[in-house]
């Protein structure tokens, strides 16, 4: 199994602002993912990223955005740039661990954009 | 493309009756399944997955999911639900050929009274 760790929990930002989350991981692992849940709703991934390349991100997200960083196989950031209010929701970091399958979540982190 | 949909967004129950949250899904190819449990302020927990083999499984907390190929259904059930069952559930399918990507349904809350 893996223990995710993110950081913070949460946070209430002023809009314009941007907040940059931490996922630790206590294995390595090749990638790592990144998930928003906004109110109410399910989870969207909003991209993957790769330790030593860009990350790749799923339709709807972009890097200006959501820009990523994969210094090592255990750490990552997502940074939520130039926030609004609509950016308010749960970030969430994942991980999957070889072929089995399964993938362990953080415990997120709930951003509020007043 | 794979699409995953949870019909009931809410499912009320009283306490030690059965409950059965109903996920269906779309896909091209062949999948992986899961559920997911999300409890307040917490991440996501896997309380059970289909991967190959026999089409009951069983996973924590009593739980169990039958895998029906024909009708592309993964319904989650328990014979006897406790007040500790209240939580958020979540459906998700992976493809076997990139089992790295998750795709979740809606979700459903459970709601447990006594």
């Known amino acids: 199994s893996a223990v995710i760790s993110q950081k913070p929990s949460r946070d209430i930002c002023q809009r314009g602002t941007s907040l940059t989350i931490q996922c630790q991981v206590d294995?390595?692992?090749?990638?790592m993912f990144w998930y928003r849940q906004q109110p109410g709703q399910s989870l969207t991934l909003i991209a993957t990223a790769n330790q030593g390349s860009e990350a790749t991100y799923e339709s709807g997200f972009v890097i200006d955005k959501f820009p990523i960083s994969r210094p090592n196989l255990t750490f990552s950031t997502l940074t939520v740039s130039n926030m609004s209010p609509e950016d308010s929701s749960i970030y969430l970091c994942s991980v999957v661990l070889g072929t089995n399958t399964e993938a362990f979540f953080g415990q997120g982190t709930r951003l509020t954009v007043v | 493309a794979q699409s995953v949909t949870q019909l009931d967004s809410q499912v009320p129950v009283f306490e030690e009756a059965p409950v059965e949250l109903r996920c269906n899904y779309s896909s091209s190819v062949s999948v992986y399944l899961f559920w997911y449990v999300q409890y307040p302020n917490q991440g996501l927990q896997l309380l059970l997955k289909?991967?190959?083999?026999?089409?009951l499984v069983k996973g924590i907390n009593g739980f169990e999911a039958e895998f029906n190929k024909s009708q592309t259904s993964f319904h989650l059930r328990k014979p006897s639900v406790h007040i500790s069952d209240t939580a958020e559930y979540f459906c998700?399918?992976?493809?076997?050929?990139?089992?790295?990507?998750?795709?979740f349904g809606s979700g459903t809350k459970l709601n447990v009274k006594p």
């Open positions: 289909y991967l190959s083999g026999s089409t």
């Open positions: 294995s390595q692992v090749t990638m």
């Open positions: 998700a399918v992976s493809d076997r050929e990139d089992f790295n990507k998750f795709y």
